[in-house]
């Protein structure tokens, strides 16, 4: 055998146990929660549940408020990712295509978002939540999360933006276009991998986001997803079936949403990385 095939089977070898790593704890994941609670912790772990059940699955959906707890999200989520892709994209654009002094120094300052661990922003954005009266509030997700998005969005979106020719701005310009114009019907549109690729990564950030949840929701009916989930823990045992059950179903939305843009995914993750 060449040095080349060796090459082409361990490189094969390496992606497939790689690929058995990542998705034997969401096979694992789907098997419990079809499993009865005396069956859920038993070794060896079982893949193949025997005996099967749907009861957590009834039981999830019919108790603990989940569909309303579902619909928080779901509000939240696509709120806030429309908002941040938006917001995000437009800031792209003027840094993109716009020369104005401290533009660099502004993108910068921007970025250093990037750096700083969310957990040490708790307490700041804490205070500001409640000066700014959004404790309690799906507003106050939404507003932190949009806040919390926009310097990776537009990082990624700025590289795109400035990866577009400039003589096809130019010619707009020439037509008599204004910067509006030329954002909303050139920019976005030539776009669309960038903004799948926000969009999914931005939706899931949101999405499965539990410490600013858990610190500014008490109210019950606000809760979301991934906080109350944490209600199917008892007094003196965690009902693994229906959190396992309850998890399967909070990953729909996101294998949904990855559905419908993964054919600009891949195109998106190296947009603007080289500058032509």
Not at 19 to 31: C, E, G, R
Not at 70 to 90: D, E
Not at 193 to 199: F, H
Request: no cysteine.
């Amino acid at each position: 055998m060449s040095r080349m095939s060796l090459a082409v089977v361990f490189r094969y070898v390496v992606l497939a146990v790689g690929a058995i790593i990542m998705v034997t704890p969401f096979v694992y994941l789907l098997s419990t929660s079809f499993k009865p609670q005396a069956y859920v912790l038993t070794i060896p772990p079982e893949f193949i549940p025997d005996p099967a059940t749907t009861a957590n699955y009834e039981q999830v959906l019919t108790s603990h408020n989940f569909g309303l707890y579902f619909l928080n999200s779901t509000i939240v989520a696509v709120i806030s990712t429309a908002l941040s892709v938006l917001i995000s994209s437009m800031m792209a654009f003027a840094f993109a295509r716009f020369e104005f002094r401290g533009r660099e120094l502004i993108f910068r300052i921007l970025l250093i978002g990037l750096i700083v661990p969310a957990m040490m922003l708790i307490v700041p954005q804490f205070v500001l939540a409640k000066q700014l009266h959004l404790l309690d509030s799906l507003v106050g997700l939404i507003v932190f999360y949009v806040a919390g998005t926009l310097a990776l969005n537009t990082f990624l979106l700025r590289g795109f933006f400035e990866s577009i020719p400039a003589e096809l701005d130019q010619a707009m310009q020439i037509d008599g276009a204004s910067a509006w114009w030329r954002y909303w019907r050139l920019a976005l549109p030539l776009a669309k991998p960038a903004l799948a690729t926000a969009t999914i990564f931005t939706f899931l950030a949101n999405w499965d986001e539990f410490a600013w949840a858990l610190t500014i929701i008490t109210d019950q009916d606000k809760l979301t997803l991934p906080v109350a989930i944490q209600l199917f823990q008892g007094q003196n045992a965690t009902q693994w079936g229906l959190v396992f059950a309850a998890s399967a179903i909070a990953i729909v939305p996101v294998i949904i949403v990855f559905l419908v843009f993964q054919r600009y995914f891949v195109q998106g993750l190296t947009a603007g990385a080289v500058k032509g």
